[in-house]
C-alpha cells in the first residue's frame, strides 16, 4: 500500500513580527518609510512669528528654453530676543517659504537684550554693498525703517535706532547686514535645546565649620 503525502504550502500570513505597514506596491518601494514633507515641518517650528521679507521670481535660461521658480527670503522670531533670517528657491511659493523657513531656523540667534528691550552698546557691520549702524537710543523708542525695522520688532528689539549708510536698496543684503551686526551681541539658538533657566541649578551645601563651646 502506497501513501501519497501533498505538499502543503507556508503560511505567510502569521508571521513572527508585523511592521505595520501596507504590501501595496510591494517590490516597487512599498515597504519604505515615508517622507517628511515641507508641510508637515512647518507646522513643527512653534510659538514663533514668521515675517516673508521679500518674494522674487527666477528665470534661468537652459537649452530647452526657460524656467521659472521662486526665490523667498523669511525672517523669524519670538519677540523675545530669538531672530533668524533664511532663504529658499522652489517651483511654487509655498515649497520656497518651507525651504527659507527651514534656512532661517537653522541660522536662528540669541540677541543679549537689556531690561529695557535695547542693545547693550553700538554695533555696525557690512555685508556686501549694504552697510548699516544700530544704537541704544535710551528712551526714544524704535527709530528704523526698511528691512532693520522688521527685524527689530520680530526679535523683540523696542528702543534702538539705526541707520543704512549705504545707498544700497537691496531688502535682502540689509537684512544680512542687519543680522551680521547683531550677531556680535548674540548666541547662537537652537531649536529644541534646553534653556539656561530650564537647566536644574547646582546647590552646593555649605561648609560645616565646628566653634567651641
Known amino acids: 500500500m502506497t501513501t501519497t503525502t501533498t505538499p502543503t504550502t507556508p ?17 516597487q518601494g512599498g515597504d519604505r518609510r515615508p517622507r517628511r514633507d515641507n508641510k508637515a515641518f512647518a507646522d513643527r517650528v512653534k510659538d514663533v512669528d514668521q515675517k516673508i ?23 523669524i522670531g519670538d519677540k523675545k530676543g530669538m531672530v533668524g533670517l533664511g532663504t529658499g528657491k522652489g517651483n511654487d511659493t509655498a515649497l520656497a517659504i518651507a525651504k527659507a523657513l527651514k534656512d532661517a531656523k537653522k541660522n536662528a540667534i540669541k540677541i543679549k537684550m537689556t531690561d529695557k528691550h535695547s542693545i547693550p552698546y553700538d554695533v555696525a557691520a557690512k555685508y556686501t554693498s549694504s552697510k548699516v549702524m544700530i544704537f541704544p537710543n535710551h528712551g526714544k523708542g524704535l527709530v528704523a525703517g526698511a ?3 522688521d527685524i527689530a520688532v520680530i526679535g523683540g528689539l523696542k528702543d534702538i535706532s539705526a541707520k543704512i549708510v549705504s545707498g544700497s536698496k537691496n531688502k535682502l543684503n540689509t537684512a544680512r547686514a542687519t543680522m551680521k551686526a547683531l550677531s556680535t551681541i548674540s548666541t547662537k539658538y537652537v531649536f529644541g535645546a534646553a534653556k539656561p533657566e530650564e537647566a536644574p541649578a ?12
Open 11 to 27: 503560511n505567510t500570513s502569521s508571521r513572527p513580527y508585523s511592521n505595520n505597514r501596507s504590501s501595496a506596491g510591494a517590490g
Open 53 to 75: 521679507l521679500d518674494i522674487r521670481r527666477v528665470t534661468r535660461v537652459v537649452a530647452g528654453g526657460r524656467r521659472m521658480s521662486f526665490a523667498v527670503s523669511m525672517i
Open 147 to 149: 528691512a532693520i525695522r
Open 202 to 213: 547646582e546647590t552646593a551645601s555649605a561648609p560645616v565649620v565646628a566653634t567651641k563651646a
